[in-house]
Nanobody, 121 residues
C-alpha cells in the first residue's frame, strides 16, 4: 500500500502565497511523475502541474508564472509553491504519484486525500 499525505492548505487573501507539500510513503519501489490537481465546486478536476523524473514540468496555462512544482526524490515528496493567488484558484488540491511497488510491477497512480485552498477577494 502507498499513502500520500498533503499539508499546507488554508485561507489566504488574493495576491498572497501558499505552499503545499505531499509526502508518499509505504511500499514504494520507484516514483515516476508526481503532480497536483484541483477541483472547485461544480467543476471537473483539472491537472495543475506535473513534475517528472529528471525534473521536467508542465503547468496549467492559468497558473504559469505563478505556481512552481518541485520534488525531493530522497523524501518522496512533491511541493507546490503558489504565488499571486487569485479567487479562482480556490479549490481542493490533490497530489498524485505514479508508483511502482516492486520490480516489474505495474505503475499505479495514487492520490492524496486533498487539501482545501481558499483565496478571498
Amino acid at each position: 500500500q502507498v499513502q500520500l499525505v498533503e499539508s499546507g492548505g488554508g485561507l489566504v487573501q488574493a495576491g498572497g502565497s501558499l505552499n503545499l507539500s505531499c509526502a508518499a510513503s509505504g511500499r514504494i519501489f520507484s516514483i515516476n511523475a508526481m503532480g497536483w490537481s484541483r477541483q472547485a465546486p461544480g467543476k471537473q478536476r483539472e491537472l495543475v502541474a506535473v513534475v517528472r523524473v529528471g525534473d521536467s514540468t508542465n503547468y496549467l496555462d492559468s497558473v504559469k508564472g505563478r505556481f512552481t512544482i518541485s520534488r525531493d526524490n530522497a523524501k518522496n515528496t512533491v511541493y507546490l509553491e503558489m504565488n499571486s493567488l487569485k479567487p479562482e484558484d480556490t479549490a481542493v488540491y490533490y497530489c498524485n504519484a505514479d508508483v511502482r511497488t516492486g520490480v516489474g510491477s505495474y505503475q499505479y497512480r495514487y492520490w492524496g486525500q486533498g487539501t482545501q485552498v481558499t483565496v478571498s477577494s
